[in-house]
């Protein structure tokens, strides 16, 4: 089990590495769809970046192996943040923030999760992904900080969204993401 969680997180990891936003894709697939929605930056100047993470199924790779991944994703909003600030000597700094507060768009909260009230599963996906972009992002990862909200509310498939207010701004996110499957 831990092994196939630490290959699911990998993947995320490897899905959601931020990439330029002056290149397009040559093939766009679902997955790619969803990737590049999920993922927030908002440079508010050259020395300074804000980033929302939103870690959906859609990430998660078909392996049989991933259905768990794939629920608990369902079941749990896995939101990560980051305000950075860059000084001219080219070092990171991390501005320090409370966690995000998250609403439907219809403007109901929904509930932060604490590690004592999620399962040792869930928990585990997030330990895995605050190593995982550690190791891979460097400063960025390290200065990543998870949190887990109830994600029942919430559907990255179905109707409607929710915001993330972090950082002074309110993010949105609007449902169903780019890269799912079209209703029949």
Same mark, same amino acid.
């Given at each position: 089990?831990?092994?196939?969680?630490?290959?699911?997180?990998?993947?995320?990891?490897?899905?959601?590495?931020?990439?330029?936003?002056?290149?397009?894709?040559?093939?766009?697939?679902?997955?790619?769809?969803?990737?590049?929605?999920?993922?927030?930056?908002?440079?508010?100047?050259?020395?300074?970046?804000?980033?929302?993470?939103?870690?959906?199924?859609? *990430?998660? =790779?078909? #392996?049989?192996?991933?259905?768990?991944?794939?629920? !608990?994703?369902?079941?749990?909003?896995? +939101?990560?943040? @980051?305000?950075?600030?860059?000084?001219?000597?080219?070092?990171?700094?991390?501005?320090?923030?409370?966690?995000?507060?998250?609403?439907? *768009?219809? =403007?109901? #909260?929904?509930?932060?999760?604490?590690?004592?009230? !999620?399962?040792?599963?869930?928990?585990? +996906?997030?330990? @895995?992904?605050?190593?995982?972009?550690?190791?891979?992002?460097?400063?960025?990862?390290?200065?990543?900080?998870?949190?887990?909200?109830?994600?029942?509310?919430?559907?990255?498939?179905?109707?409607?969204?929710?915001?993330?207010?972090?950082?002074?701004?309110?993010?949105?996110?609007?449902?169903?993401?780019?890269?799912?499957?079209?209703?029949?």
């Amino acid at each position: 089990m831990r092994r196939s969680l630490i290959a699911f997180v990998l993947g995320i990891c490897i899905l959601t590495l931020p990439r330029s936003t002056d290149a397009r894709q040559l093939r766009t697939t679902l997955a790619i769809l969803a990737q590049d929605y999920v993922i927030i930056q908002d440079q508010r100047s050259p020395h300074e970046v804000v980033m929302v993470f939103w870690i959906t199924p859609q *990430l998660v =790779g078909k #392996q049989p192996s991933a259905e768990k991944a794939k629920q !608990i994703l369902t079941d749990h909003a896995l +939101v990560g943040v @980051v305000h950075a600030k860059f000084d001219t000597q080219g070092r990171t700094n991390f501005e320090k923030a409370n966690a995000p507060s998250l609403k439907t *768009l219809a =403007g109901r #909260q929904i509930k932060q999760l604490t590690s004592e009230s !999620i399962s040792p599963a869930a928990q585990g +996906v997030v330990t @895995v992904f605050q190593q995982i972009f550690t190791k891979t992002l460097g400063p960025m990862g390290q200065g990543t900080k998870w949190y887990v909200y109830d994600g029942k509310p919430i559907s990255s498939c179905g109707n409607g969204g929710f915001f993330v207010k972090f950082a002074g701004v309110e993010y949105d996110y609007k449902t169903p993401i780019p890269g799912c499957p079209k209703a029949k």
